[in-house]
């Protein structure tokens, strides 16, 4: 029998020792303004949450990760948390988030929360005594600054929502750092009360049951100490949005974050498999730091958002794809996202042909893929008319598309009205072909988009070779995207055809045949050719 030439195992790891569940498995975020409404309000809830199980189970993931459920007044729609030991009510309340974490756990799922430590809102008690005085025990909580010499904010850094990243109060006499919105004022990590009280968030959630956190913005939460000016942007455009107007040098990614970032680590890992996901936007060799070393671990899975904004063709996903995996520490494990609340649908941005290839790149890749609730439907650009626009990024910097409402709309469950999200109209429009685009229907019709995904989170099940197996680049034909993936004597190719042009493909030396295992269109049969945007699972087969 010939010996399959796949060449080097690019980061395999070969021991048998029972890895942590969230290798070979997949995330699903849901947001649960948008998944469904229980109650009538028209935003969606924990009990619709909970009355959707079994639809999240069918689809084959393995975790959830729920975007913020905190009491909030809702500036930022969670993200600036009043109560981080709480349930808002527009969501529920705590028995509820208890009774769903029951039945996720029931179903074999794991449930994953948003955590949101690099601010807080400005009606959160904490903040609401830092702001009493001058003289309050909570003043070193957050970042109080005397105005510079022309009574202006006290140096140059610039909110990542517009505008400058300081606010004055006039009844004391400072200014307030807030990061993002005037009404979320970064919380000063340097404080060991603010590391104590942050603890016992932490470990409140962790002893209710929670399998992990998404950390949200983590490389902001250190900055340097003297709060310096940032250097300026040179390639600043206005079109760009005002937080690119400087570097953010000394406003984020300071080298004292990993320290705090293990020290997250050193609680989840007090309670067995916890996982701890790090957003973290910035480049691949900054990106990895967050790993940590053996000595002094970071977090499980640094964000890998590499795939949102790439030129969406064969070359440069293949460079992305060998400069991560050869970057990756020793023991470290990857991790791939395609869409999020943050990011434009994936259909949107490629269209429902290519749309259906990114979906097999993301789940055949090696490493942990996060998917996001209704890109598994092929929800595509949403369309929100200037008076339904929700979203403050897009109403404080009007007319450059910085809006994220599009991301952020409704699942469409059926053809009944409002897609049986809602007895009322929702909070945000539902995409303008729901009524053939839901769940119902899609689940009905083996080549639709959720059919796609179904099949190919099956086999990413069935087969550890699409999950922890090696992978490999191979040779392949312009506008293909072509890898191995291997584990033991199983080997299968993966070919993504990136052109609206048939494209030939061919198998590694020693693979006497292949077996299509699936085809993003749904044939059967596979002689050696790709048809337009179509990708490809084959088994390979040796004499």
């Not at 890895?19 to 303004?33: D, H, K, L, M, T």
């Not at 109650?39 to 949450?49: A, F, N, R, V």
């Not at 429902?352 to 650009?381: K, N």
Request: proline content about 7%.
């Amino acid at each position: 029998m010939n010996e399959l030439s796949l060449g080097p195992r690019v980061n395999a790891v070969h021991s048998r020792t029972p890895r942590p569940w969230w290798q070979p498995g997949v995330v699903y975020q849901i947001y649960p303004r948008s998944f469904q409404d229980s109650d009538g309000d028209g935003i969606g809830d924990l009990e619709g949450i909970r009355r959707r199980l079994d639809y999240v189970a069918a689809l084959g993931v393995n975790a959830i990760w729920l975007s913020p459920i905190f009491p909030s007044p809702m500036a930022d729609f969670g993200y600036d948390v009043a109560d981080y030991c709480g349930v808002d009510a527009l969501f529920g309340s705590l028995d509820e988030f208890d009774a769903l974490l029951t039945e996720v756990h029931a179903r074999g799922l794991k449930l994953l929360l948003d955590f949101v430590p690099n601010h807080s809102s400005t009606e959160h008690r904490w903040f609401q005594e830092s702001r009493a005085s001058r003289d309050s025990p909570k003043r070193d909580w957050y970042f109080w600054r005397d105005p510079a010499p022309d009574g202006g904010p006290p140096n140059n850094w610039t909110s990542d929502m517009g505008g400058s990243a300081w606010e004055y109060d006039a009844a004391t006499g400072q200014y307030y750092l807030h990061t993002f919105l005037k009404e979320q004022a970064d919380l000063n990590w340097r404080n060991a009360e603010v590391r104590a009280a942050m603890t016992d968030v932490l470990r409140f959630w962790f002893d209710r049951g929670v399998d992990g956190l998404r950390i949200d913005v983590l490389w902001h939460c250190i900055k340097a100490a003297d709060l310096r000016d940032n250097p300026l942007n040179p390639d600043y455009t206005p079109e760009q949005g005002e937080k690119f107007r400087v570097l953010q040098q000394h406003s984020a990614n300071q080298p004292e974050i990993h320290e705090l970032a293990h020290a997250f680590r050193a609680i989840a890992d007090g309670y067995g498999e916890r996982l701890l996901v790090g957003e973290i936007c910035l480049p691949i060799d900054q990106l990895i730091a967050y790993y940590g070393s053996p000595e002094m671990p970071g977090v499980h899975l640094p964000f890998n958002f590499q795939l949102f904004e790439a030129p969406w063709d064969a070359a440069h996903i293949a460079h992305i794809i060998d400069v991560y995996e050869a970057a990756l520490p020793d023991g470290s494990w990857p991790n791939w996202v395609l869409g999020s609340h943050d990011a434009p649908r994936i259909a949107g941005r490629l269209g429902e042909a290519q749309a259906r290839v990114a979906a097999m790149l993301l789940l055949t890749l090696r490493g942990t893929p996060t998917l996001y609730q209704g890109d598994e439907l092929g929800i595509g650009h949403v369309p929100i008319s200037p008076e339904r626009v929700q979203d403050p990024q897009d109403l404080r910097q009007l007319g450059l598309g910085l809006g994220r409402d599009g991301a952020r709309t409704p699942m469409a469950w059926d053809d009944s009205r409002n897609a049986g999200f809602s007895r009322r109209d929702p909070w945000l429009p539902l995409h303008p072909d729901w009524q053939h685009r839901n769940a119902a229907a899609q689940a009905a019709d083996p080549g639709s988009m959720l059919s796609l995904y179904r099949r190919l989170l099956a086999l990413r099940r069935d087969h550890e070779a699409l999950s922890i197996g090696a992978i490999e680049l191979q040779p392949s034909s312009l506008d293909v995207l072509q890898y191995g993936r291997s584990e033991g004597e199983v080997h299968f190719v993966v070919a993504l055809n990136f052109s609206t042009a048939p494209r030939e493909i061919s198998l590694p030396p020693g693979a006497a045949s292949a077996s299509l295992m699936l085809s993003t269109h749904g044939r059967t049969t596979f002689d050696s050719g790709l048809e337009p945007n179509e990708g490809v699972i084959l088994r390979l087969k040796t004499d």
